[in-house]
Nanobody, 116 residues
Framework: QVQLVESGGGLVQPGGSLRLSCAASGSIFSVGAMGWFRQAPGKQRELVAHITSGHNTNYADSVKARFTISRDNAKNTVYLQMNSLKPEDTATYYC??????????WGQGTQVTVSS
């Protein structure tokens, strides 16, 4: 059984930084794309960033130049470095991982709150 464990959320002031991590564990033979969605209260879930197995990246326009996604294939872990955080970045962040033999897996969600 494969599980995703997220960490790194919290409360930060505007302009601050946070780093989210999401590690996949279990019987994993290969991992495809990995990434992050977020959902704020009353809003639809939106794709924040994703990274392919070949390390190609894609970002939502709202986070370009502020967020950086990366992955460590040896650890089956994806990271989201978030800089220059804004109040509108406040949301629950969910990681996802594509396991070719299983399908799409989701993390439990981690809360990010940007407030002074």
């Amino acid at each position: 059984q494969v599980q995703l464990v997220e960490s790194g959320g919290g409360l930060v002031q505007p302009g601050g930084s946070l780093r989210l991590s999401c590690a996949a564990s279990g019987s994993i033979f290969s991992v495809g794309a990995m990434g992050w969605f977020r959902q704020a209260p009353g809003k639809q879930r939106e794709l924040v960033a994703h990274i392919t197995s070949g390390h190609n990246t894609n970002y939502a326009d709202s986070v370009k130049a502020r967020f950086t996604i990366s992955r460590d294939n040896a650890k089956n872990t994806v990271y989201l470095q978030m800089n220059s955080l804004k109040p509108e970045d406040t949301a629950t962040y969910y990681c996802f991982v594509v396991i070719p033999t299983i399908g799409n897996l989701w993390g439990q969600g981690t809360q990010v709150t940007v407030s002074s």
